[in-house]
T-cell receptor, first 115, second 114 residues
Framework: GENVEQHPSTLSVQEGDSAVIKCTYSDSASNYFPWYKQELGKGPQLIIDIRSNVGEKKDQRIAVTLNKTAKHFSLHITETQPEDSAVYFCAASKGIGGGADGLTFGKGTHLIIQP | DGGITQSPKYLFRKEGQNVTLSCEQNLNHDAMYWYRQDPGQGLRLIYYSQIVNDFQKGDIAEGYSVSREKKESFPLTVTSAQKNPTAFYLC????FGQGDQPQHFGDGTRLSIL
């Protein structure tokens, strides 16, 4: 089955700096890669996703890049703000043709924004 | 507002007892999912359902059961056979039962053992 590795487990950055979280996946058939933000005591919230026919996607201060050859994808947050502090999860799925067997998640990155 | 409602927020189970976690969605989504989250871990899939009256086991289905009698409801029962049930349980839904559709999550139920 699919295996998703996520690094780092904890990331501390100064407010205003950029943060980068990286994930690798094992199944070359995976073609959908969402990122979730989870605040304490809440469910994960989808913040951005990318499909395998696209190499990069951007939404304001958040961007995701995908390298299918190397089987890795990354989340980039620029101009970080205190409200960006949370746990971030990457995930992978095969999509159409691969069956609706849910998402395979990384173990999460605790992002801490230092004032 | 459309969304996913999980209840209760906190639940306690006694030894040998079955407990049922509720998940309701008003998004008109076909597919629904149950995940388990342990401290410092990602989410692991317990069960999923692509359509009413149909559901499939995920990676860690042992000790759990589900039903899908209505499109908007997907309750999860944690049975006494689940020896380590303490965890945060998350329900999600997506428009279709295809892996490349965004999944939307509820705010979870935290289950503890008395």
């Amino acid at each position: 089955g699919e295996n998703v590795e996520q690094h780092p487990s904890t990331l501390s950055v100064q407010e205003g700096d950029s943060a980068v979280i990286k994930c690798t996946y094992s199944d070359s058939a995976s073609n959908y890669f969402p990122w979730y933000k989870q605040e304490l005591g809440k469910g994960p919230q989808l913040i951005i996703d990318i499909r395998s026919n696209v190499g990069e996607k951007k939404d304001q201060r958040i961007a995701v890049t995908l390298n299918k050859t190397a089987k890795h994808f990354s989340l980039h947050i620029t101009e970080t703000q205190p409200e960006d502090s949370a746990v971030y999860f990457c995930a992978a799925s095969k999509g159409i043709g691969g069956g609706a067997d849910g998402l395979t998640f990384g173990k999460g990155t605790h992002l801490i924004i230092q004032p | 507002d459309g969304g996913i409602t999980q209840s209760p927020k906190y639940l306690f189970r006694k030894e040998g007892q079955n407990v049922t976690l509720s998940c309701e969605q008003n998004l008109n989504h076909d597919a629904m999912y149950w995940y388990r989250q342990d401290p410092g871990q990602g989410l692991r899939l317990i069960y999923y359902s692509q359509i009413v009256n149909d559901f499939q086991k995920g990676d860690i289905a042992e000790g759990y059961s589900v039903s899908r009698e209505k499109k908007e409801s997907f309750p999860l029962t944690v049975t006494s056979a689940q020896k380590n049930p303490t965890a945060f349980y998350l329900c999600a839904s997506s428009i279709f039962g295809q892996g490349d559709q965004p999944q939307h999550f509820g705010d979870g139920t935290r289950l503890s053992i008395l």
